[in-house]
Each structure stands twice: as structure tokens, then as C-alpha cells.
């Protein structure tokens, strides 16, 4: 167990619908990390929130969108979703220069 | 701009046997981590080992060493006396150390290992 937490494990939804994913970071980690795995893009990293601030965007579409609260749990927002957005999204957090740990992650499958 | 290569697609290996999965990596950063993880058929990332750039000595945790050849920009992960729990896909992984704030990892395309009884 990373100490990572994400909520759904699983979620099925149709084309056009919005959903949120959850993740709480490990205890005293302050920066989070969202990552989208898929069949056809491997492991990608999407965006990174530090403290509340985003850090970094990566290869994350105008449709995705997410956020750090202030108790430092993050939610990723993936709206007007379509069948490619189909893929396990992952969150990792880390203290700062040190190994990111990843969470179980979010299956998400769109029909 | 960052780029890890992983050449093996698939390994076979028997069990108690030692593997090496192969890494090389491309960066015009002076200062970086590599690292691998784990992903089993349940599909959780497990973070196995990590090397930074400047250490001198290979770093080792357990049974997972990490032979890091920074000339040849290659960072292999070597397990020694693999057991059938081994089996999973593997994934290479690189962060620049030096861009506070921009902490992401560039991944792999991985190797899956299956370990023979």
C-alpha cells in the first residue's frame, strides 16, 4: 500500500458525460501527479500541482482539467468525454526531489 | 526534451534465475533521476529503485539493483533470483532534478516479465 488513495477504482460512462476522479495524497506529500496510461499512448504524465499551485502541464487536453484543495487531495476533471479518453488514470504524490508514489488508480471506460 | 528506451518488449526468464531489463535513456540535463516501477496484472505502479545522476555507486534494494553506466546513458534494472511474484511489466523512468516545480517522470513503453516455474 503507497499510502496513495483514489476514488472510483472503477467507472463506466457514455460519450459527452463528465466525471471527476479523486486522489488524496500520502501523508505530509505536498506535490501531486495526475498520469493517463493507455493501450495506444503508454504512460503519460498530465499535470503536476504543488501546495495548491499548478507546477507543470504536461500532454493534458483543454477538456481535462484538475485542482488541488487546500487539505492537498486533488481531483481531475475529464468532461465531453470520448471513447480515446478510455485508459487507467493514475495520481502519484511526492515530497519534493524524492520518488513519486503512485496510487491504485482510476479505470475508466467510456462507451 | 527527455526520451527513455526500453528494447525488450517481453522476457522469458526461469525461476531463481537473475534478469537484467534493459534502459537507455536520452537527456541533455546535467542532473536526473531515474527510477523503475513495477506494474502487476492488478495494475498498481510499485516503485522499485531509484539512481540520481551524480550518485557514484549503483544503487541496490533488496534483490533490485539498478546498473546505472551514465557513458552509455543506460540505467538496466537487474533482479537477482527472480521469483513467479517478479512476473509483471517493468518501467523505466527518468525526472529532471534540477526543474523545481516540473517534477514529472517520461516512462517507458516497459517490458513484461514472466518468470518460468
Known amino acids: 500500500d503507497s499510502g496513495v488513495t483514489q476514488t472510483p477504482k472503477h467507472l463506466i460512462t457514455a460519450t459527452g458525460q463528465r466525471v471527476t476522479l479523486r486522489c488524496s495524497p500520502r501523508?505530509?506529500?505536498?506535490?501531486v501527479y495526475w498520469y493517463q496510461q493507455s493501450l495506444d499512448q503508454g504512460l503519460q504524465f498530465l499535470i503536476q500541482?504543488?501546495?495548491?499551485?499548478?507546477?507543470a502541464k504536461g500532454n493534458i487536453l483543454e477538456r481535462f482539467s484538475a485542482q488541488q484543495f487546500p487539505d492537498l487531495h486533488s481531483e481531475l476533471n475529464l468532461s465531453s468525454l470520448e471513447l480515446g479518453d478510455s485508459a487507467l488514470y493514475f495520481c502519484?504524490?511526492?515530497?519534493?526531489?524524492?520518488?513519486?508514489?503512485f496510487g491504485p488508480g482510476t479505470r475508466l471506460t467510456v462507451t | 526534451a527527455q526520451k527513455i528506451t526500453q528494447t525488450q518488449p517481453g522476457m522469458f526468464v526461469q525461476e531463481k534465475e537473475a534478469v537484467t531489463l534493459d534502459c537507455t535513456y536520452d537527456?541533455?540535463?546535467?542532473?536526473?533521476?531515474l527510477f523503475w516501477y513495477k506494474q502487476p496484472s492488478s495494475g498498481e505502479m510499485i516503485f522499485l529503485i531509484y539512481?540520481?545522476?551524480?550518485?557514484?555507486q549503483n544503487a541496490t534494494e533488496g534483490r533490485y539493483s539498478l546498473n546505472f553506466q551514465k557513458a552509455r546513458k543506460s540505467a538496466n534494472l537487474v533482479i537477482s533470483a527472480s521469483q513467479l511474484g517478479d512476473s509483471a511489466m517493468y518501467f523505466c523512468?527518468?525526472?529532471?532534478?534540477?526543474?523545481?516545480?516540473?517534477?514529472?517522470?517520461?516512462f517507458g513503453t516497459g517490458t513484461r516479465l514472466t518468470i518460468i516455474p
Open positions: 500541482y504543488y501546495n495548491g499551485e499548478e507546477r
Open positions: 523512468a527518468m525526472r529532471d532534478d534540477l526543474n523545481f516545480g516540473n517534477e514529472k517522470l517520461t
Open positions: 537527456t541533455s540535463d546535467q542532473s536526473y533521476g
Open positions: 502519484a504524490s511526492s515530497l519534493r526531489g524524492h520518488e513519486q508514489y
Open positions: 539512481q540520481g545522476s551524480y550518485d557514484e
Open positions: 501523508s505530509g506529500d505536498l506535490s
